[in-house]
């Protein structure tokens, strides 16, 4: 069945067109995003369990770009009364002009941007789910929950909990301006198992996830990762402590995912390019990485978690070729720095929700495949790591250096996994090295998009990212 | 609207509820250099409601929670508010209690200057001295005046209003056509113009210091040396696992009066919760669920003296008096900074990003900026990590009486940890 568009939002479509025209009088562009996100979000362990109707991403609300002699304002509000639109217009023009009188008062600067492209276009999208997050039959999704949880307490000897947790969330996105009339309608869904083990005062845990563009449907595939977290927190208990030092590695298609979203993915938002925060910037056309790196973004090059057809400043979706056959290429951009730069935006003007500001962001961050099979990979190792299991990164577009924080490495010797495993692992390095010395790609990719995105350490956003198996070499602690 | 949300759940039947009414006003401002990329302004409200249902006769206590919008037609918040209830049917819990009305103190509501703070970021910000070598890339001005109106079934209705304001800051540092950057995230009450001045000017010589930095030698293990906000990180670790939800679920081993750790060679830590600190963004006289906010102590010396945490967990484990503190004080240091500096220590200033596992206890974080500190020398250097096992290397921790405030947490000046792997790119 197609999403349906909320209904919320047709009712408010007509007062926020009254109302765009009302401020269009005094600002040389006007346009309004308004958003009516609803979900679900059932956690359930041993210990405690929780329904909630509030996930990430559920929002309700409507935020206003204005634009006056180069200089852009928003206002953010959710009591909009569509009976009052010129209410509205008024409260809006009197707030931005006290803060204008206060930036006239510090004597303080307009970074001037020219007034944002307002051709027509219209688009109504429906996407397909078999179920809603407002209708799935929650009884059930309880019970399967309970059912993972009561399951992998009996596959481990050293169980404490095993945390389940199903989240799904329908988007309805509005955008309109004087030319514009975007909506959009879609569905997305996450899940989780999180084994946790204790022995000896030692605790650990396991993590599996899946996500995909769809409805609850999707959690009838969660019991399958019961098993797999179980066994992930047993090795941790078991696992020693890595020799800090530089090896070769290969990196699962988890790993390989965040490594494209810390690496390029960070490196290449061009709202960093305005602002000089990103060595990206003079290095397009040039070389950084090998040959075998090539790395596409964008809602389109994949159907996960933020596969949407228009952004949040309403510009079409894309998908960009950052990297190929390791030349940087390009990088993805929202409307304001496009205009800033004096090139065309790529569709990834984000908001964490409908109250936070635009920022250049990822989507869907991807390493393409290669020919390699995992065994020849492993085979021509001498002595090295299978890097699996991300925790969480971090990025340094200024100055190209790379934090990973993974959750396990299998070591290899001899071109054969020895039975070790080491734990945790954090990689560090310089990204241009790291790319420069991937050697082998396996045919397989996987898209992951059960976590989050930050800018610097705010701004969280749904993201997705992944890869096939890459070999490299990196420095591991 | 209120009003409305309230009647409703009255005739809904349900055990209990909660409502949380959050009003803010945010004023929003962006820079380049110190030029406005964008203003902003943001006028919200958020009404959060959880309902609960006693199932089995009261052997179990089912919730469900979601928003209901201002701007709900009554209609819409019934609707909303019948399917919490059936949802609150669907999991079961062990039953307890919410609060119950607290007549010590009434919560108070005062107004905020919204406009008045945020002139005060734009002109500290204005009057950094830069240099050719380090000035300021861009920052972000948020400050916002937040209205809490919290009511439960149990009778409690409580306000109060509070500044809640942050400011991110990007500075950059050159020499020789190479340039670098540090990240700065300032959480406060309101505009601390001294305190910011202070620790960006700190930043300031850090990105000079970077520029010349060498690469970290791989030390293997050595004695690092906190004196930032990363000790934060360091002593959150204490709290979490302090936390009636970690006990409960048995992630926390820390038992009341009982130390810590086996043995403390170093300082016995001691951690207590405050209602107030000086300009604290988290200043609150009511926890999330409306318990006051005391001050407590939390860790005495190593031993174990109170968990903190919300109503369910806590009464889980027999705790009446418990809450969600948000102020945390750290004390028991018996070094004068300068006795932390003897030896042969790393003192790491900047990491990418340093963290700590509050249920394994590893610890970990890439090398931005470090201080090498060999007996004789002392050099800038760069790259590589640390890592290892807080609940390992606080027993031989040391730190100072002498405190630093960063927002919420006062920590120790400085904090010296004995024997973390330190693995260099030398």
Known sequence: MKAPFSAYLNGLRGGLKELIALLRQDYD????????????????????????????????????????????SEYALNNYDQAHPAAAAEEIRAALERQAALLRQTGTESFKTPVLADEPWELFVEKETEQLPETTDVKALVETLTAISDQAMTLGVDMLDCQTSAQSTHICKMFLSEHRDLRQSYVYSEGTVVAIVSREGRTQFGYEGLSGLCGPELFARLPEKAAASVAQAEELLDAGRIEPGEYEIITSPEVSGLIAHEAFGHGVEMDMFVKNRALGREYIGKRVGSDLVTMHEGALCAEDVTSY????????????????????????????????????????????????????????????????SLEDMIASIKQGYLLEGMESGMEDPKHWG??????????????????????????????????????????????????GCGKGYKEWVKVSDGGPYLKTKARLG | MLDTIVSLLKESGVYAWEISDVKTTGWEFYFIRHALDQNRV?????????????????????????????????????????????????????PYTLHKPHPAEAAETKPIDAAAIARDFVETMRDLPETA?????????????????????????????????????????????????????????????????????RTMRYGKDRLAARPTPALGKADVLFTGRDSVSLYEFFADRLGAAMVYRKMSDWKLGEPIAADFRGDRPGLTALRELPNSSKNRRYDAEGAPIRDTVLLDAGVAKNYLGGRMFSSYLGLNEAFLPTNFAVSGGSAEEAELRQGPYL????????????????????????????????????????????????????????????????????????????????
Not at chain 1, 37 to 64: D, F, N, P, W, Y
Not at chain 1, 434 to 449: A, E, H, I, P, T
Not at chain 2, 43 to 57: A, C, F, N, P, W
């Open chain 2, 42 to 94: 943001r006028k919200v409200e958020h009404i959060t409601v959880k309902v609960y249902q006693l199932l089995s006769d009261g052997a179990w206590l089912g919730s469900a929670s979601g928003e209901i919008a201002p701007t709900a037609s009554a209609e819409e918040a019934r609707a909303l508010i019948e399917g919490l209830a059936y949802r609150a049917t669907l999991v079961k819990n062990k």
């Open chain 1, 309 to 372: 057809a228009f952004d949040d400043e309403g510009t079409p979706a894309g998908d960009v070729i950052e990297i190929e056959k390791g030349i940087l290429k390009t990088g993805i951009c929202d409307a304001l720095s496009a205009l800033r730069l004096g090139i065309a935006p790529t569709g990834n003007g984000k908001r964490e929700n409908f109250e936070h500001k635009v920022y250049t962001r990822m989507t869907n961050t991807l390493f393409d495949s290669g020919e390699d």
């Open chain 2, 347 to 426: 003192e790491v200033v900047d990491f990418s990003d340093f963290q700590v596992d509050s249920m394994t206890g590893d610890l970990f974080g890439e090398i931005r900026l470090a201080y090498w500190h060999d007996g004789d020398t002392v050099r800038p250097v760069s790259g590589g990590s640390l890592s290892g096992s807080m609940l390992e290397l606080m027993e031989d921790m040391r730190f100072t009486g002498a405190s630093v405030q960063y927002n919420n947490w006062r920590v120790p000046a400085a904090t010296r940890l004995k024997g973390v792997t330190v693995s260099g790119i030398e």
């Open chain 1, 402 to 451: 790379i934090q990973c924080i993974i959750k396990l490495g299998r070591e290899i010797v001899d071109g054969k996994l020895s039975g070790k495993v080491v734990a945790p692992i954090i990689m560090t390095g310089y990204v241009p090295d790291l790319l420069g010395n991937v050697s082998m790609r396996s045919k397989d990719r996987q898209v992951f998009g059960t976590g």
């Open chain 2, 133 to 201: 070598g380090e000035d300021i890339n861009s920052y972000e001005i948020f400050v916002a005046e937040k209205r809490r109106h919290f009511l439960n079934s149990e009778g409690i209705d409580l306000e109060e209003s509070y500044p809640d304001s942050m400011i991110e800051v990007v500075v950059n540092a050159r020499r020789d056509g190479h340039e670098i950057e540090l990240y700065r995230m300032f959480p406060s009450g309101t505009c601390d113009a001294e305190g910011l001045r202070r620790d960006l000017l």
């Open chain 1, 29 to 72: 562009y006007v346009s309004v995003l308004a958003t009516d996100s609803k979900g679900l979000a059932v956690r359930i362990s041993q210990r405690s369990r929780s329904v909630s109707s509030e996930t990430m991403t559920t929002e309700r609300g409507v935020v206003v770009r204005v634009c006056r002699d180069g200089q852009y």
